[in-house]
Structures are given as C-alpha cells and as structure tokens.
C-alpha cells in the first residue's frame, strides 16, 4: 500500500498535468494489475463502500486516547475530515511500538479491510489498534480513508484515462467507453481494460457509451458561423440517459452510470420494441402521454431513488424518455457518423414505433423535437420560450459533428435560461471541509415574512470567490451571535443576490420553498439588509415558473 | 473572562497591565513603559516611550521600531526592580531574543509566556522552565492534532527536496523573523554551505542572528544576483506574502513550499495552494503547551491566542486547574506569523 499512498501523496504535491499523468501511467505499469485496478478504482471514485463508521473508529480512537469528546469535535472542525483527524490525534493514543506492516492494495481491498469490518467490538478495537500501530504515518491516514469509505482524491477521470492510454497504447475515448458502466477491480478487469484492441470481444452488453457534454455558449464564437449548420433544440429539464437494447436486454443509465431500470418499469415495455442493438442518447423526465411538455423537475425527483415505484406514483408521475440522439444501430456504433445522419436514421426510428406500437406504450418515447432558426437574431427569443415550454434553454449541437466522447469544446453548446433571483440576507455560516476546513463556505440565507422576520429560505455552497470567502469568514467569525454546534448564527446584515434554477412548494422548508441549484451570484455590499426580497416575492416567481 | 480588576496583572484597553511596576506587556497601543517578549510585529509596536527586552533582542527590536528608541537591555534570567514589582525575562525558545515574563509583587507571582515552544532550534536559546502562581499562556496551536516532528528531521526532508530538482529554483516560503533563519541555521548543521538567496524581508533580519553567533549558510539578498543569472537548483528563503507577488516573476517554473506548522493539515496544504508543506512551527504544540503549564506549576491558567477556549476547558475539566481562556481581547489581533491563516487563529466567537 506504500505505492498507493505516495501516488496520493505525489498527486496532491505535482503542479502540472503533465506531471499528474505521468505519476499515474507509472504506478499502474510499477505495480501490475491487480494493485493497479484498485488504484484505478478508488482513483475514479468507483469504490466507495463504507466498512466502518467514522463514528466507529473514532469511538476507538478516543477510548484509547482518553481524550474528551468535544476536543476531538475541535479538531475535526480545525481538520475537516475524520480519518485525518485519527491520523493526526495517533501519537496521543502511545501505542507500542510494532513491526511494520507492508501489503499490497489488493490484499488490504479484498481481504485485510472487508475481515476487519466483521469483527466484534472488542477484537475489532484491537484489531484497529494493532494496525494504527504497524502502519507507517502516512498510510495511516490512507486506511482510516479506505475503511470508511470516504477515500477521494482530486484527480480528474480524464487525467486517468490519459495515464490509462499512456499505459496500454488505446485511445482514450476507447478507454473512457471501457470504463463505462461500472469497473469491478480485479486483476482480470485491468488485463481486459488495458487489452489490444481486436481482443476485446468481452465488452458486457449493458456497456453504455460515454455522454458527449456540452459547453456553456460562447456568443462570439457562435456568430461567425452559419445557423444552417447548427441543429437547435430544448434543453429539457429532466436527467440525462442513456436507453440500451441489446440481446433482449434493456439497460437504462444515468449519467453518473447508475442502472435505474427498476425506477422506471414502465418504459420496459417501448424498449423492447427496439430493434437489437439500439442505443438512445436522452433525457428522462416526467411527462404524462396527453400533455404537451414535462411536469417539471419536482415530480421527476420523486421518482428518482425510487428502486419499486407503486402504482399510485407510477399513475401521477408517468414517466417518459425523450430522445436527443442515436448512438447505436443494429449493433453498429454510429457515434463516429454526422450528427445529421444520426439525426436522420432516430426520426426514422421513431416515426416506425407508433405504427408496431401499443398504446401503453404511447408517450413513453419522444422524439426531442428540432426548433427552427432562420438568423442568430432569433436566438435569444427562441430562449426565452423555453421556461413556457417547460425546458430550461436551449442546445445547440454542430450538425456535421461526430458524438464526442465528454465536453468537447465548440461542438455542443448549452444555452440556458438566466437563473431567477432574489436578494437574501446571510443567517448562518458553517465550516466546510476538505481544502475548506475552517472556513466558513456553507451559508444559509433568508427572506423577510409578512412579519418583518427573517425566515430561512435556501442554502448555498458556491459562488464567492476565495478573497470574498476568507473576507467573509473574518466578518463571520466577528458577528457570531449564537453557536449551535458548527452552525453560527451571525448578524443578519449580509445582503447576497442569489440565483436558482426554480422553485417549488415543500412542507419540509419552513419557508414553504424549496430551490433548485441555488447560489451566490453577487455578494451585495450596497444593500442594506432591509432592502432583501421578502417571501412574498418568492411566491411571485412560483407564480411565473409554475405553467 | 477578564482578569480580575484588582491582580497584580490586569487587562486594559491597552493589553496586559501591571500597576505595580506601572508597565505593560506586549501593549497594542503606544503607553509609557512596554516589556517586549519579542520582536515580532504583534508583540513590538511602536511609539511607546520606554521599551524593557533582553539584550539578545535588542537588534531586531532596534530594527523594527527604530533605531532611537528608548530600551532597557537586561539579560536573560536577571531580575530587576520596577516600582514596586520584581520582573525578569526569561527565554522562550521562539525565536532570537525571545522572552517569557515573569513579575511577582507582594508575595505572588505571574509569568506571561508570549509565544514559545520547546523543541530544539539551533537559532535562538532554548525555553527555560520558570515556576509561577498564576500562567498566561498562548494557545495558537492548542489542539492534540499538533504535534511537531523534530526541526532536524524537518529540515532534512526539505533539503531533499530542494536536491530534487537541480533544474528549477526551489522557493520556500517561511516567516522572515524566526522561522527562515531556524531552517538557514538547520541547514547549516545538516552541512549545507552553499550560498541561500534571500528575498528582502528575510535578509533584513539577518544581521542580527549573524552577530548573536549563530551559525548559518552563505546568503545573498536575490536583488543583487545579477540579472540573467540561472536560478535553477538554487534555494530562495521568501516571506509568504511574496508568493503570487510580482516578485516572482523572476522565477521561471520554480517549485514551491511553504514551512509552517499551519501545514500539518491536508486542508491547509491544499487551500494554500503550495505544492508542498512542511509542518514546522516556533509555537509550542499540544504536548508542549501541556508541559509548560505543568512545569510552571501554575493553579490559575489564563489562555490567549488560537484555541484558547479549548485548552482552557481542558485543563479545567482534565486537569483540575482554574483556567480562563483571555480569548476575545486576544481576537482579530493579525499576528505576524499568523497573517496567513486569520481564520485559524480566530477560533472564538
């Protein structure tokens, strides 16, 4: 595990791409492929399973140390992270001294971490102990990381699948697509990730393509070319998909790769009219047969993480997948076609369902429909519609482009609505954690009620940048007026301009909202609070958004 | 918690006054008479007519607040009378010249600790234990999580990097008073004698350190490196104020850390944005903030600085001592070393 834990080391120290990649490629070939796919997995954040509480281990870590509860809440709100916080609180525990303890990655995986997970109280405190003990520093802090589960590293997924390439000679979309659709680490996954090209006849028929990503648009770079070139459609709001049929199987992706078949039963019966070997690129969302746009985010979320949805649910939110693309044909992979002529064989696609289709099966797969443009004039009018159609902007996607595999810069462009907003005054401030221990970065916000009181209303994380954070977290610290554990309630003077995607109503938010995507747009220093929007104000835009 | 109205320490708007021997300690606004821990710049302030510091001090203090200012020199454990109170200075192993100060009038006794630390630091005398009835302590890093590895040690592992990249300047970032010239001397011992560039606000405080004796590299201000010269495999000793400055400009590609006890938490080293850390503090850690109070034999502990709330508590609770924190008089004050992490400094409400 020593590799494994000065690859973590030197990925947090390297300063360039280049340098991160290169650390990579060489502990993968260094270390062979059964260490290197559990690498590759906690790298790519495949392998998140929680063995022992944090709660757990630090139970054991205070019992030995005999230090006070609240002292190690200080030091975990200084640290941000348990595991660390263990780590660093060791030496107190003056644990004897023992042989050090070296064994691969694979083993502590697959056998060490998962034995001591199942011991009983006692030998497992002891077992703990014992390990804390053998362990050199900085694994020590690795471990506590692994058996609880919480183990992520900075690294993006595609500075993996470049080490990846690097390592196996394959193009990195070819890698990307292997990676597709879950990596169970084993020394036989990374021989057939890293295989020749010609010998992987193993690929899984689930495997699902990687989703082509588009960039927020850039106008400038819009204009110069012709609109005949681009094809223009709603973005929808509901959760990208991928729709596979193959081998008389039905496999439904999410984006972040979960298989949500059981969620959404009733579009088995529509997949099973696909012709084997079709995979759709979409957006699920929900859409009743007779209406003429989606109900909106808030009941698509209902269904959402519902593994057996009951009839009553199924009745009121029907679901349906609404087509954008074609990436697979009779078994033939299309991506590298023009868009257009994807385009083309989907519209011919679906224009031949309703015709074999049975009613049940009516609605429950849409064609994205095109929207015509004539100039780039029309551009923005055409967006504003989108919130009375129920989609959130627009896309637009170069006709004679290929699908790309992520977010390729120029080739896909998102175009969404301005945010609604509302100015809000800062209640409360909590810590973060990580790079954002110790400072405070949570903030909840709140509206003036009918009764000159301010009532909590959203929270948000994100949209300070680092000198207005720390500006900030001065001014916090100076104006806290009550503390409650993390939270500090502060002096409600801070006025924020705040941006969200949409609201909707909710019994569980005391101001009777709940917001979409909410964060800080502008940091308000020229209002005073008592110039703040007021719940009433909200409740208008409910108004608007609501069709 | 104030300190009581009638001690023989009290708490003024000014700071920490004693009546008897009618002087403050570390005053944070101009008084008439100032007893100076040490130089750094949240201690020493100007414009006070009458400064009291050890001699060891002196030239830092002389530095910083002028050359004419009027001091008192004494030496290190020598005792003197002012008014009606006994004061003497006594190291505190922080940095060249540093004091803890202990006063005691009408048969009690206090010991104000300014900022110290007890391990080894080849660039200053080491902390002295002195016995007192009632301790005020500093707590900057008051938490069990500090733990401070030896400077030596430290100190190699930063020479190895430094040797690790013979192509490109190795900047390293530390506190001018104190901190640079503890890694130049621990350099020194671990045999480095090739020349170390400076960046002025480090080269300022050298003089000093040069003739209290200590033994340190060949150093060269970067200023008068001539233009065009190579800077790789060279090591630069700046403050952390310069990193992201114009000042390096100069620097094509270098690599970058920053030496503070502050960087013993993965936080901490990636909020900075530094490629390394190395966590090496002039404060006393955990387990030498726990021994200083029981070497003193203190029964009344008061805390500043850091987390002065928690180990107040802790020593109440855990130890049995009566123990306040001072926290919110302390709070908001920019500390010199601390300049960098006001968040970490100021944990109080």
């Not at chain 1, 519209?347 to 609605?363: F, I």
């Not at chain 2, 400077?151 to 490109?168: K, M, N, S, T, Y």
């Amino acid at each position: 595990m020593q590799a494994f834990a000065d690859l973590i080391q030197q990925l947090e120290r390297a300063a360039g791409t280049r340098s991160r990649v290169d650390a990579l490629a060489n502990h993968l070939e260094a270390v062979g492929p059964a260490d290197g796919a559990w690498a590759l997995a906690l790298l790519l954040g495949k392998r998140k399973r929680r063995l022992i509480t944090g709660r757990r281990l630090r139970q054991i870590c205070l019992e030995r140390s005999g230090l006070p509860e609240w002292l190690f809440e200080s030091c975990h709100a200084q640290v941000g992270d348990s595991a660390e916080t263990i780590a660093l609180l060791l030496p107190q525990l003056s644990l004897p001294p023992a042989p050090p303890l070296e064994l691969p990655l694979a083993e502590w995986m697959e056998h060490r971490l998962p034995a001591l997970a199942v011991l009983e109280a006692e030998a497992q405190a002891e077992a703990v102990l014992a390990t804390w003990a053998a362990l050199p520093d900085g694994q020590c802090f690795l471990f506590n990381k692994l058996l609880t589960g919480g183990f992520r590293v900075g690294v993006a997924a595609g500075l993996v699948t470049r080490a990846l390439a690097q390592v196996s000679g394959l193009e990195e979309a070819e890698l990307a697509h292997r990676l597709m659709g879950g990596f169970e680490p084993s020394a036989a996954a990374m021989e057939a990730l890293l295989a020749p090209l010609e010998a992987d006849a193993t690929a899984p028929i689930s495997r699902p393509y990687p989703f082509c990503l588009a960039s927020p648009l850039e106008a400038e770079r819009l204009a110069a070319s012709d609109p005949a070139g681009w094809q223009v459609e709603w973005k929808w709001d509901g959760i990208r998909a991928q729709l596979i049929r193959r081998s008389g199987q039905t496999f439904l992706w999410s984006r972040g790769e979960e298989l949500i078949n059981a969620s959404f039963p009733e579009l088995e019966p529509v997949a099973e009219l696909l012709e084997p070997g079709t995979v759709l690129d979409g957006e699920l969302t929900v859409w009743p047969a007779q209406a003429t746009q989606p109900a909106g985010f808030g009941p698509l979320q209902r269904r959402l993480g519902r593994q057996k949805p009951g009839a009553a649910l199924l009745r009121e939110c029907p679901a349906a997948f609404v087509a954008y693309d074609l990436l697979e044909k009779g078994g033939q992979d299309l991506r590298p076609d023009p868009l257009s002529q994807r385009r083309a064989a989907l519209e011919d696609l679906v224009r031949r369902l309703p015709e074999t289709a049975s009613t049940p099966a009516a609605g429950l797969l849409r064609l994205s429909p095109l929207l015509p443009l004539g100039c780039w004039d029309d551009l923005e009018a055409l967006r504003q519609q989108a919130r009375s159609v129920g989609a959130e902007g627009l896309m637009l996607k170069a006709l004679d482009s290929a699908y790309g595999v992520g977010r390729r810069r120029g080739l896909w462009w998102k175009h969404k609505l301005e945010p609604m907003e509302l100015d809000v005054v800062l209640l409360y401030a909590q810590a973060g954690s990580g790079r954002r221990a110790n400072l405070h970065t949570d903030y909840t916000f709140g509206l003036w009620d009918g009764d000159g009181r301010l009532v909590t209303f959203a929270k948000a994380y994100s949209g300070l940048d680092n000198s207005e954070i720390t500006e900030l977290d001065r001014w916090i610290r100076r104006h806290t007026t009550e503390r409650f554990g993390p939270v500090r309630a502060v002096d409600p003077l801070q006025v924020f301009t705040l941006g969200f995607e949409g609201l909707q109503r909710s019994s569980r938010h005391r101001s009777g909202l709940a917001v979409r995507f909410p964060r800080i747009l502008r940091w308000r220093r020229d209002r005073t609070p008592e110039s703040a929007d007021s719940l009433s104000s909200a409740l208008a835009l409910l108004v608007t958004s609501a069709r | 918690m104030v300190l009581p109205a009638d001690g023989l320490i009290q708490l003024t708007p000014e700071g920490l006054y004693c009546p008897a021997a009618e002087a403050w300690i570390d005053p944070w606004r101009p008084v008439s008479r100032a007893l100076i821990t040490h130089g750094h710049a949240d201690h020493a302030r100007p414009g006070c007519s009458e400064y009291w510091a050890v001699r060891a001090g002196e030239g830092v203090l002389r530095q910083r607040l002028g050359a004419g200012i009027t001091l008192t020199g004494v030496d290190y454990g020598e005792v003197r009378r002012l008014g009606g109170a006994m004061v003497s200075f006594h190291s505190a192993g922080h940095v060249l010249g540093s004091a803890q100060i202990r006063i005691s009038a009408g048969g009690e006794s206090w010991l104000i600790s300014g900022d110290y630390k007890r391990d080894e630091d080849p660039s200053c005398a080491p902390f002295e234990p002195v016995a007192a009835d009632v301790l005020i302590t500093e707590a900057t890093f008051g938490l069990p999580i500090y733990r401070w590895r030896p400077g030596r040690q430290v100190a190699a592992e930063i020479l190895a990097w430094w040797r690790e990249a013979p192509q490109q300047p190795s900047l390293l970032f530390a506190y001018a008073f104190g901190k640079a010239q503890r890694l130049l001397a621990e350099l020194a011992a671990l045999g480095v004698e090739e020349e170390v560039l400076l960046h002025g606000a480090v080269q300022a405080l050298m003089a000093p350190y040069r003739s209290a004796g200590v033994v340190l590299p060949p150093t060269r201000p970067l200023s008068e490196l001539p233009r065009g010269e190579s800077l790789a495999g060279r090591l630069v000793i700046a403050p952390p104020s310069a990193h992201r400055s114009p000042w390096m400009k100069r620097f094509k590609a270098p690599q970058t850390a920053f030496v503070s006890g502050w960087m013993a938490v993965r936080g901490a080293r990636r909020r900075r944005g530094f490629e390394r850390g190395f966590a090496l503090s002039d404060h006393a850690d955990w387990d030498g903030l726990l021994r200083t109070v029981r070497d003193t034999g203190a029964g009344q502990v008061y805390v500043t600085h850091g987390n002065s709330d928690g180990l107040a508590r802790f020593l109440r609770e855990e130890r049995g001592l009566a123990a306040e924190p001072l926290g919110r008089a302390f709070e908001g004050l920019e500390s010199e070393e601390g300049e960098m992490e006001g968040a970490a400094a100021a944990s109080v409400p």
